[in-house]
């Protein structure tokens, strides 16, 4: 092989490295295997694979592939990496991870970083889940969390409000409590203590027995809403 091969096939092999995230990934709460996870995917990316599986990218970690998973929900669960879903020419929808999160919390301008208390509070609430679960919870239900979190700024006590209603009523499913949450939300319901007032009304309903028209002189539109199946 001649050196202007080898000078072409060295060129070839190298991708585009952000020194931001190599300089900050610690102070936006990356630990090193987390990194070394982001940079493997990335290289996925450019390899033609937007959406490799964690057995795929566990064999060039130091873990196992259940190692690997962990990194996979870590970082979804720290809002560094989601899930998106985009189709194909054929019309095919193909999942894809995106970083699209990472990058703007390194390059957007003036972003308030979230306090340990708020970051502390929110990594709290995924354990909370998993344990009520008894599993750990799949991508797409981290998502969600991040989701009732980010988008629809639901407070992390709310969102545990919500999940020990749905314990409670033997509804424990991620679709129940997002219906919690949409009519807490809808009806200004903000702290635990309305919501523990709102559940403690509607329980005592139940208990009691009584019928819409025999409560009507009460608001229990909060609840019939999302306690009604689909």
Same mark, same amino acid.
């Given at each position: 092989? $001649? &050196? #202007? @091969?080898q000078y072409q096939d060295i060129l070839n092999d190298q991708m585009t490295l952000?020194?931001? /995230?190599?300089m900050n990934y610690q102070s936006i709460g990356l630990t %090193?295997?987390?990194?070394?996870?982001?940079?493997?995917? @990335?290289?996925? #990316?450019y390899d033609g694979n937007p959406f490799?599986?964690?057995?795929?990218? $566990?064999? #060039?970690?130091?873990?196992? %592939? @259940? %190692?690997?998973?962990?990194?996979?929900? $870590?970082?979804?669960?720290k809002n560094i990496l989601v899930i998106e879903q985009k189709r194909n020419e %054929?019309?095919?929808? &193909?999942e894809y991870y995106s970083f699209e999160p990472l990058w703007e919390k390194l390059y957007t301008a003036g972003e308030e970083v979230p306090s340990t208390t708020d970051a502390a509070s929110q990594e709290n609430l995924f354990v909370l889940f998993e344990q009520e679960f008894?599993?750990?919870l799949s991508p797409f239900e981290i998502e969600t969390i991040n989701i009732w979190l980010d988008q629809d700024e639901q407070p992390? $006590? /709310?969102?545990?409000?919500? /999940?020990?209603e749905a314990v409670l009523m033997g509804k424990l499913n991620f679709k129940y409590i997002d219906r919690i949450l949409r009519e807490?939300?809808?009806?200004?319901?903000?702290s635990v203590d309305q919501a523990r007032q709102a559940g403690k009304q509607f329980r005592g309903q139940q208990k009691s027995g009584e019928t819409v028209s025999q409560s009507s002189n009460k608001d229990i539109s909060l609840y019939y809403n999302w306690l009604e199946e689909e």
């Open positions: 092989m $001649s &050196n #202007y @091969q952000s020194k931001k /995230l190599l %090193d295997a987390e990194l070394i996870t982001v940079l493997q995917i @990335q290289r996925f #990316y490799p599986t964690p057995a795929e990218i $566990s064999k #060039y970690l130091t873990g196992t %592939d @259940q %190692d690997c998973s962990r990194l996979l929900r $870590s970082l979804i669960k %054929d019309g095919i929808l &193909n008894g599993r750990l992390p $006590s /709310l969102i545990k409000a919500a /999940l020990r807490w939300k809808k009806k200004g319901i903000r």
